[in-house]
């Protein structure tokens, strides 16, 4: 049986397509986990995985910090190492962030196959400095290739979690009716300026019949109640949403990208203006090339920048009888174009191959 280390940590961007991966090889592979303390693979990953933390932080600017930050991934590559010797691990698969550094050097230092996944358009640092020592950069979005001119990079676009792939029923609790349903996710972590944006526009989206679910954060203080609008703090049935959504409002990471693509779903971005390299826009630049979304950037609630949008997308369906709308249907097209519904596979097959040279060599 294969071993593998997977080293997925801190965001869902990061997490859940390695989860997709953990899934599909989970019968037939040991699968180890490497993450860090107090991040969201602690809630996830143990479940199902044994999961090994070490202690490492975000790269930040400044000497002393710096000095410091390359002294801690110094000492968790030694960590890595040993459990890489422990659990007589073959291969290593990580999807970039920081926790890549040490899982990525320590895999060559014990001359293992590494294998890393950059889900965004802009390759993120680690990506950009240590993608050359691996054996594949498998890539979600094909504009990553110019950005990473000494890697063996292949494009297999970003894996989802199996549940975006099955078909669902709406879930009960969503307001019926003809109106269009609009789906905003702001998320648990907040998305504070995303939802102040959308909150300004509730009244004119309630007035012309549509109905709203707003995932919102835990702090988040709740809207007048309205039978046509549900806020939840959270929900596992984010794939049932998409999938019947007429519009999303999301922010623009790549891997709410990837589900919003697999589920067809028309979209306008909301990039988060703090993204390191503004890597967000350039994820929401590449869906709305292809006509699936709209871009809107973070503005002040009283500014109508977010309205102006809703209007121009969703004017067809809101005045006539038909519950159809060609803006909307190009939209769905523009997703369904760049949806990779067999990225695992794709992955898979990538791992696969290096578990066989690795063990051949």
């Not at 792939?165 to 972590?189: A, C, E, F, M, R």
């Not at 019947?244 to 623009?252: E, G, M």
């Amino acid at each position: 049986m294969p071993r593998l280390l997977i080293a997925a940590s801190g965001t869902g961007g990061h997490i859940f397509p390695a989860l997709a991966i953990a899934e599909a090889l989970s019968k037939s592979w040991e699968i180890n986990w490497l993450g860090v303390p107090d991040r969201l693979e602690v809630q996830l990953v143990p479940k199902k995985y044994e999961l090994t933390t070490i202690a490492l932080q975000g790269f930040s600017k400044g000497g002393l910090r710096k000095l410091i930050q390359l002294l801690r991934v110094i000492s968790a590559t030694y960590l890595v190492i040993r459990l890489i010797q422990r659990k007589r691990i073959q291969i290593v698969f990580t999807t970039g962030g920081y926790i890549s550094a040490p899982a990525i050097l320590a895999a060559k230092l014990c001359r293992k196959k590494v294998m890393l996944h950059e889900s965004n358009a802009y390759p993120g640092k680690v990506t950009r400095l240590l993608g050359r020592f691996c054996d594949v950069v498998a890539l979600g979005l094909p504009t990553a290739v110019e950005y990473l001119p000494n890697c063996q990079s292949v494009v297999t676009g970003t894996p989802v979690r199996k549940s975006f792939l099955i078909s669902h029923d709406l879930p009960s609790w969503v307001p019926i009716g003809k109106g269009p349903l609009i789906v905003v996710i702001g998320g648990s972590q907040g998305a504070i300026g995303l939802n102040q944006m959308v909150r300004n526009t509730l009244p004119y989206l309630l007035e012309n019949g549509c109905r709203v679910v707003h995932i919102i954060g835990k702090n988040e203080i709740q809207a007048t109640p309205n039978q046509n609008l549900v806020e939840k703090t959270f929900t596992d049935e984010i794939p049932s949403l998409l999938q019947h959504a007429d519009l999303v409002i999301s922010r623009a990471g790549a891997g709410t990208l990837s589900e919003l693509a697999v589920s067809s779903s028309p979209a306008i971005l909301v990039p988060y203006p703090y993204a390191t390299d503004a890597h967000q826009d350039l994820n929401a630049a590449y869906a709305a090339q292809f006509g699936g979304a709209l871009i809107v950037h973070q503005h002040p609630p009283d500014m109508k920048g977010l309205t102006n949008a809703l209007n121009r997308v969703l004017s067809e369906r809101l005045t006539s009888s038909s519950q159809s709308s060609a803006f909307l249907s190009q939209m769905k097209i523009g997703m369904m174009n760049i949806a990779q519904k067999e990225a695992h596979n794709h992955v898979i097959d990538l791992l696969k191959k290096l578990t066989i040279g690795s063990l051949a060599s």
